[in-house]
DNA sequence: TTCGATACATACCCAAAGGAGAGTGAAGGT
DNA sequence: ACCTTCACTCTCCTTTGGGTATGTATCGAA
C-alpha cells in the first residue's frame, strides 16, 4: 500500500472535509508560532529575562545556564526578530548589549507561567509514570 | 581564549554563588520536563485529543494534520510513557485502538492553553516585528 | 607589548529529528 | 486467490540542532 501517494502526508484525507469554520492559513501560522515558540531556549531565555528584567548577553548565559553561545545568539536573533526581546547596543568598548522583554515578550512569559507551574507541580507523577510504563515493557 | 575550558558550559561561573534557595535538582527536572512536554508534537496532538476526545491512531493523524506516521507513533508512545494518554487496544481484525486523554493530560492541555490563545491572539504581531526586522537587516 | 574583557561570527563536526516508502499479519469481503 | 483495512515497524536518507574551537575589534591595564 503505497501511504504517500498525496502530497507529502501519510494520511490522505483530500476527500473529506477537515473540520468546518477552521481557517487553514490561521491555523498554519498558529502552529508556526507554535514550533518557533515552544522551543526549549526560547522558553528558558524568556524565564532568566522575566525573573531578572535587563541582562547582558552573557548574563542571560549564565542564568539560563547550559547554554552554548551558539544557541544563546541564535535564539536571542530569533525572539529580537519575533519582537520577544529588545536588544539595546551601548556602542562602548569593551561592547555592551541589553536585552530586556518586550510587552509581547512579557504577555508569553505569563502565557508559559502555566506549563511551568503544571511541570513543577506533576514531575514526580511523571517519574511514577515512566518507571511504570518501563516495568509494562519490560514484561508483556 | 579557551571558552569551553571547565565542563561543557562556556560561561565559568563556578566562582559564583548561583542563586540561592533554588534547587538545583528540580530545576534540572523541570527543564527536562519542559524540554519533553514543550514539543511541537506534542502540543499538537494534546489539542487534537482535547478537542475531538477519544481517536484512534490514524484520527490522531489526521486531526493533527502534516505529522508523519513515524512521528506520530513516537510521540503517542512518549506522551502514554509520560501518562498524559491512555492507549487501549481492542483485540481485533483489523487492529483498533484508541487514544484518549488522562487527567494529567486534560491538565497539561489547560496549562497549554494560555500559549495557543497567546499564539492566536499575537500571530499577526510577530509578522509584523518580523517584517520589521527583516526591513532593518536589509538595511543595515 | 601582550593580556583580558565583551559580544558576537564563522566554520567544522556529530548526533538527533524527522520524512519517504516498503513490509507485516490476520480476517473478511469479492 | 486476491485485495483491503489498521496500526504499526523497519530501513534508508536528508535536514536540523547544537557543541567546540577559533577569529575579531578596541581599549585600558599590567
Same mark, same amino acid.
Given at each position: &500500500?503505497?501511504?504517500? +501517494? ?10 473529506? !472535509?477537515?473540520?468546518?469554520? @477552521?481557517?487553514?492559513? @490561521?491555523?498554519?501560522?498558529? /502552529?508556526?508560532? !507554535? ?6 531556549? *526560547? &522558553?528558558?531565555? @524568556? ?6 528584567? *535587563?541582562?547582558?548577553? *552573557? ?8 547554554? +552554548?553561545?551558539?544557541?544563546? *545568539?541564535?535564539?536571542? /536573533?530569533? &525572539?529580537?526578530?519575533?519582537? @520577544? ?21 512579557? +504577555? ?20 511514577? +509514570? /515512566?518507571?511504570?510504563?518501563?516495568? /509494562?515493557?519490560?514484561?508483556?
Amino acid at each position: &500500500m503505497a501511504q504517500g +501517494s498525496a502530497a507529502h502526508n501519510i494520511f490522505d484525507w483530500t476527500d473529506r !472535509i477537515p473540520e468546518g469554520p @477552521l481557517d487553514p492559513v @490561521l491555523q498554519a501560522l498558529v /502552529r508556526d508560532i !507554535i514550533g518557533k515558540v515552544a522551543d526549549k531556549w *526560547t &522558553m528558558l531565555i @524568556l524565564e532568566a529575562l522575566e525573573e531578572h528584567g *535587563t541582562l547582558r548577553f *552573557t548574563d542571560v548565559g549564565r542564568k539560563v545556564g547550559d547554554i +552554548s553561545q551558539k544557541m544563546l *545568539t541564535k535564539t536571542l /536573533r530569533q &525572539m529580537e526578530a519575533d519582537g @520577544l526581546v529588545e536588544r539595546t547596543v551601548h556602542p562602548v568598548i569593551p561592547p555592551h548589549v541589553d536585552y530586556q522583554l518586550t510587552e509581547m515578550g512579557r +504577555s508569553l512569559g505569563g502565557a508559559f507561567c502555566g506549563v511551568w507551574l503544571w511541570a513543577e507541580a506533576h514531575h514526580d507523577q511523571i517519574e511514577a +509514570s /515512566r518507571k511504570a510504563f518501563a516495568a /509494562r515493557q519490560a514484561e508483556g
